[in-house]
């Protein structure tokens, strides 16, 4: 395998594409449950709490905590050899949910339980457009 080959990157399905679309605009999404309100992630056709159907899409503050973190020095393939070391963090979102994110900048350096981080977004790539989010110190 070549060193240059190209990150894998997800492809969009009917659950998960209005987050993908939200995120190419720059906005976290979440689905939020019509019956409970409960809020989710990863997304799905149901409420994974009260089982109703369909949950609406809210945009998120895009805040949270970082719940824990783990600094990767082995790549789980030849794709992410470039951007070693890297830390990624499970994030509990304000809104309840937990997503894992990739830490970058400032907030790689020294990570903590329970520091603050806010979404950010790679540029869009692939044929899909899709612009990964990943996790910086929370600022102003
Ligand atoms: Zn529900």
Same mark, same amino acid.
């Given at each position: 395998m070549s060193e240059l080959q190209a990150r894998p990157l997800p492809v969009p399905n009917a659950d998960t594409a209005p987050f993908w679309d939200g995120c190419a605009r720059g906005e976290l999404v979440l689905q939020s449950c019509r019956q409970c309100g409960t809020a989710q992630f990863p997304p799905r056709s149901l409420c994974a709490r009260c089982h109703a159907p369909a949950p609406a899409w809210r945009r998120a503050s895009g805040r949270g905590r970082i719940a824990s973190f783990t600094r990767v020095h082995r790549p789980p393939?030849?794709?992410? +050899?470039?951007?070693?070391?890297? $830390?990624?963090? /499970?994030? %509990?979102? %304000?809104?309840?949910?937990?997503?894992?994110?990739? /830490?970058?900048? +400032?907030?790689?350096?020294?990570?903590?339980?329970? %520091?603050? $981080? +806010? $979404?950010g977004f790679d540029p869009p790539a692939g044929p899909h457009g899709i612009a990964l989010p990943h996790a910086l110190t929370e600022g102003p």
């Open positions: 393939s030849a794709a992410f +050899k470039a951007g070693l070391p890297y $830390v990624i963090a /499970l994030v %509990d979102l %304000d809104e309840g949910p937990r997503i894992m994110l990739a /830490l970058r900048g +400032k907030a790689a350096e020294a990570p903590r339980i329970g %520091d603050r $981080v +806010k $979404v």
